[in-house]
């Protein structure tokens, strides 16, 4: 398995993807939105995500809310997605020259037909958002785009997957999709995260990438995102911020700078006890090990010149310089040449 996807070459046994989902993260605060995505570089995400929108394009005044009232106490969407819809095109396209300055791709998740515009010169691909999956109008447009999408899948059914699929193909069958488990849950309680979607996923569409964006809270060593690389996720997609924790928009389901090293480190470490061996071989780590670990096949007690060799006299045992106890059936019965000392390794030009 190998594909590029915006600046980077994905391999199998080989880091993922990483989006560190800035979302609305900074607060309408140009300055911190920038000091969100260094952290993010420094944590080593591939890309930054914003999220682009108008409250009123997305929600009726009075669209209910469906997050953790104690972390967000909004009840209206359309209210708290007017609080932070500040950010056009003039910003992100500013934002968009720091990330090519610090070398990290810059994304944002378009909620109108008006944002899918204005970000086709910024992105190098479309990410579609869990809630927009029926959304056939806004992926109709972003289809005419020739983008890549990355498409989550929280809250939503196979049919429902397999009829938005069925669609881009009609609209546009050159797009090439990569699909992301998700729970639309925020937070994602550890019991509803079902890990194992992705292998599902990826035994259902054998000829798409699979992801996963999650919403769980970190945990202390980030083993949720490491076991859904486990499981097969090439493209991560996680919430970020710089004050990990906080009560309000996603921060409190976020992971931070110091998360994301953790998660590249384990991934690190998975890739390199996994080895690339694809038939059992003898590694030269072993060789010696081999040897001197292995046994041999040794005289049990003193053995006189032209007695003969039984399992009486003759005993296995540490090291493997001698002749294999695999050669025992060929040594059984042989008559000793001379004497031979107790704990001696036996040797066939001993023996006739």
């Known amino acids: 398995m190998k594909f590029k996807l915006g600046s980077k070459i994905i391999q199998s046994n080989q880091q993922p ?4 989902e800035i979302g609305v993260n900074f607060e309408n605060d140009f300055q911190r ?3 969100i995505i260094k952290l993010a570089k420094e944590g080593g995400a591939d890309a930054v995500k914003f999220q682009s929108y108008k409250a009123e394009k997305i929600a009726c005044k009075n669209s209910p809310y469906y997050w953790d009232l104690k972390e967000v106490n909004v009840k209206s969407q359309y209210k708290l997605f007017k609080k932070f819809d500040k950010f056009g095109f003039k910003e992100f396209n500013q ?3 720091y990330c090519d300055k ?5 994304l944002s998740t378009p909620f109108d037909l008006d944002a899918v515009d204005y970000l086709d010169n910024l992105v ?6 869990s809630a927009d999956l029926t959304n056939y109008p806004l992926i109709k447009k972003i289809c005419q785009k020739n983008k890549p999408i990355v498409l989550s899948t929280g809250a939503s059914n196979q049919k429902e997957i397999n009829n938005v699929l069925k669609f881009i193909n009609k609209v546009n069958k050159k797009i090439r999709v990569i699909l992301l488990h998700c729970v639309l849950s925020y937070p994602t309680n550890n019991k509803d995260a079902n890990l194992n979607l992705i292998k599902s996923l990826k035994k259902t569409f054998k000829n798409k990438i699979i992801g996963y964006s999650d919403h769980t809270l970190p945990d202390q060593n ?12 090439y493209v991560i997609e996680k919430h970020f911020t710089d004050t990990k924790g906080l009560k309000g928009n996603d921060h409190f389901h976020s992971m931070d700078k110091d998360d994301l090293i953790k998660f590249r480190k384990n991934i690190d ?5 996994d080895g690339n061996l694809k038939k059992r071989e003898i590694l030269e780590c072993e060789k010696k090990s081999r040897i001197n670990a292995r046994r041999s096949i040794v005289a049990k007690n003193n053995i006189s010149k032209g007695e003969r060799l039984t399992l009486n006299n003759l005993i296995m045992k540490r090291p493997g310089f001698g002749i294999s ?14 004497n031979i000392n107790e704990d001696s390794i036996i040797n066939f030009k001993d023996l006739i």
């Open 269 to 273: 470490l998975l890739n390199k006890i």
């Open 17 to 20: 993807y990483v989006i560190a």
């Open 124 to 129: 190098p691909f479309y990410k579609v958002a």
């Open 102 to 106: 610090l070398k990290i791709d810059f």
């Open 33 to 35: 939105a920038k000091k």
């Open 325 to 338: 106890p695999t050669k025992i059936f060929k040594v059984l019965g042989k008559t000793a040449k001379k």
């Open 222 to 233: 980030m083993i949720i995102l490491t076991k859904a690389y486990q499981n097969g996720a």
């Open 95 to 97: 934002l968009k020259k």
